[in-house]
């Protein structure tokens, strides 16, 4: 009995020490959780200008702070705390404060459930800002109808916030930033257009809904503008070698491969094609950032890839807040997803300003339907009525110079047909 | 047949072979499958990672893969006094054997999320030159030295199994560790030395692991999965069965997944291990289990 009692304290004594360790790196280096696991409030600020008797408004935000994509979803939180930090500041909502109820999804559907379910039942939130995940938030979209809560993100799968078989917009699912297709026309625009290519390959994900739905309208595009699509190689989450891919694309020898994965996929793909032989142009969707540049391990040329917004640009208006985000958390280097939390914060801000009532979902969702030319460090954004996108917002065209830094070379803005 | 498919089947199949011995040199003797191995793994490529890291001029591989052996001997004895050694005194059934290994496995890997994130890393270039050309395909530097690392790594193992009076005593533990034990074998050390050795082999896979793929907690168990396979179709607990399993494994994952694609192959791969399963239980090696039955 004894021996039993001293082999509980002692695991409970190891649990102690691993959940310090944890808590010790998360104060010092995250912005992390600190009042329970998972979760993390912004208080209202303290003076702010704002009638005590006024309650705050809960505004919920969900994003990967521990899974596979959590170095995106940290800068994620990281632009959704500062942008309600400033608003705040300037004195809330109507003069009400704004409460910030962070919680992790870890790039998984079922925490994503759980993470929404804890803030629409337990917290009681308003609205939510979502994470740049496409799976998590794919599974919000009838929990979100069902309960009348306004979702802004950059969940960039289309289905997330359009009907696939209606085309019909869901009513509280909003994307503020390019969808995937749109994103996928803008590089195959670019390619065609200005590169001159005809002959295309993609190599993706095909376990992961953000690369297939940059793939797919990606090949579609080209093949109905003249170009022609020579190799479609895919691989699964999990797997690690996919090296026989990069072969069988080589041998097809297309002008151009687009790549469309998260960074660490994309590195290896970037790899594994230049290791087969193949020299042509590489297209990138927009995580040919950091850390893809730092995982690579071929040298990098030829290589044309998305960006959302020009953060090493002083005079872009992305670069005050990528800048902030790396004197706050001591990171490496810039990563546009700060500039996408502040970004769908503002956006939802702007609609909550505009509302009679901010617990009313149905209100807010008509009047972020409605959100036209609001400020963000990406540009103006609109959004799209009918399908909850953005309008008329640029994709930039970037690549690599020869000391490895990220130059912008061009931008697109599509058309009215494919937005 | 494309000769670069075969070369990076058997690049890939030699790093197989590393994790798939590491992993049958332990069940030979204690007969039980060391999930755990993949954990071990798994640290080792961090550690690797992060001493190159530490260093502004990155520091030769040999010096990493013997900083990353002493690691993975350690973390194996470790593992082995905390966990697998009471386990032994007590003469528990394997089914404990099994658990603690599968606890250490998801252990490590929750410790490394803890510490780490599961931000993938990557080791910096090593090579000037990424690849040359022989007969018209394309080998990758890198490969051909994971390549020839991993051959030189399976000799020098094969030697000791096989020249060696402790690898006489392995093997005869292996056998039959009471027979061994009235010989005068001290079959407490040859467990601790086998530990040691599949130890070593996964600091060393770890670092081959790293600088092929990106650094990410669930690395070694990933990979641990092919060295399964290569083992069972090797035959569990025949160390130069699950190499030629693993290295036939390593070529026929490149060929299938050109030929069908990444979807089907999985299913490959684990329908080869269950038709091994029926018709051949003892694997292509066969001789360890058909002495043990």
């Known amino acids: 009995m004894k021996k039993q009692v001293k082999l509980i304290a002692m695991i409970l004594v190891v649990m102690m020490v691993v959940s310090a360790c944890a808590s010790n790196k998360d104060t010092t280096k995250d912005p992390e959780p600190t009042t329970a696991p998972g979760v993390d409030t912004v208080e209202p600020t303290a003076g702010a200008e704002a009638p005590a008797d006024l309650a705050p408004i809960k505004l919920g935000n969900i994003q990967d702070l521990s899974g596979g994509a959590s170095e995106a979803g940290k800068a994620n939180a990281w632009g959704v705390e500062y942008a309600v930090k400033q608003a705040n500041a300037a004195g809330g909502i109507n003069g009400r404060q704004i409460e910030l109820i962070t919680m992790d999804c870890k790039n998984d559907v079922q925490e994503g459930i759980n993470a929404y379910r804890l803030l629409v039942d337990e917290h009681k939130v308003d609205a939510i800002i979502g994470p740049p995940l496409s799976n998590p938030a794919l599974a919000w979209v009838d929990l979100a109808t069902e309960d009348q809560i306004p979702i802004v993100g950059h969940f960039m799968d289309e289905r997330v916030t359009t009907n696939e078989e209606t085309g019909e917009a869901y009513p509280f699912m909003f994307l503020a930033e390019p969808g995937c297709a749109q994103q996928s026309y803008s590089i195959a625009t670019y390619a065609l257009d200005t590169l001159g290519l005809k002959t295309f390959g993609t190599f993706y994900n095909a376990g992961l809904s953000y690369a297939v739905q940059h793939a797919l309208p990606f090949a579609d595009y080209v093949s109905k503008n003249g170009g022609t699509v020579l190799a479609e190689e895919t691989f699964q989450t999990g797997d690690v070698d996919y090296r026989a891919q990069a072969v069988k694309i080589a041998e097809a020898n297309p002008d151009a491969v687009f790549i469309s994965n998260y960074a660490a996929d994309n590195a290896l793909c970037y790899d594994y094609l230049r290791e087969a032989g193949y020299e042509g142009t590489i297209l990138g969707n927009n995580t040919f950032q950091s850390p893809f540049s730092s995982l690579v391990k071929t040298k990098v040329y030829d290589t044309y890839f998305l960006q959302n917004v020009d953060m090493e640009n002083p005079e872009s208006d992305s670069y005050d807040i990528v800048k902030a985000y790396m004197d706050e958390t001591g990171a490496k280097y810039p990563i546009a997803n700060a500039c996408f939390g502040y970004d769908a914060t503002t956006v939802m801000i702007e609609a909550l300003k505009k509302a009679k009532d901010t617990s009313d979902g149905v209100e807010v969702a008509a009047l972020l339907a409605q959100t036209k030319d609001v400020q963000t460090s990406s540009g103006l954004i609109t959004l799209n009525p009918e399908t909850h996108r953005t309008i008329g917002l640029p994709m930039l065209i970037a690549q690599y110079d020869e000391n490895f830094k990220l130059i912008i070379v061009d931008s697109i803005t599509l058309g009215e047909g494919l937005e | ?293």
């Not at chain 2, 160390?239 to 030629?244: D, E, L, N, P, Q």
């Not at chain 2, 050109?258 to 999985?266: A, M, W």
């Open chain 2, 1 to 293: 047949m494309n000769l670069q498919l075969i070369f990076n089947g058997i690049s890939l199949g030699a790093v197989y072979a590393l994790i798939a011995v590491g992993f049958a040199i332990v069940f030979s003797i204690l007969k039980f499958s060391n999930f755990a191995h993949g954990g071990m793994i798994s640290a080792c490529t961090y550690i690797a990672y992060f001493f190159q890291a530490s260093f502004a001029k990155t520091p030769p591989l040999w010096v990493t893969i013997v900083v990353t052996s002493i690691a993975g001997l350690f973390i194996a004895l470790i593992l082995d006094t905390i966990g697998y050694r009471s386990v032994r005194r007590k003469n528990s059934p394997n089914i404990y054997y099994f658990v603690t290994s599968i606890t250490f496995a998801i252990l490590i890997e929750q410790i490394l999320t803890v510490f780490f994130g599961k931000t993938s890393y990557g080791f910096p270039a090593m090579f000037e030159k990424k690849s040359f050309e022989v007969l018209g395909a394309n080998i990758s530097t890198l490969d051909f030295v994971i390549l020839l690392i991993s051959i030189a790594i399976l000799i020098v193992l094969m030697l000791v199994i096989e020249k060696t009076k402790l690898g006489l005593a392995i093997r005869a533990v292996s056998i039959d560790s009471k027979t061994g034990r009235l010989m005068g074998i001290n079959s407490g050390s040859v467990i601790i030395f086998t530990f040691a050795l599949a130890g070593i082999l996964a600091g060393i896979s770890g670092t081959l692991l790293g600088m092929k793929y990106s650094v990410y907690p669930g690395l070694g168990g990933s990979m641990l999965v092919k060295g399964v396979i290569a083992s069972t179709i090797g035959g569990l607990g025949s160390m130069s069965g699950a190499i030629i399993a693993a290295l036939l494994l390593g070529v026929i994952e490149m060929l299938s997944v050109y030929n069908l694609g990444s979807s089907v192959t999985p299913v490959i791969l684990f329908g080869i291990m269950l038709l091994f399963l029926f018709i051949r239980p003892q694997g292509i090696s066969g001789k360890y289990a058909q002495d043990k039955v």
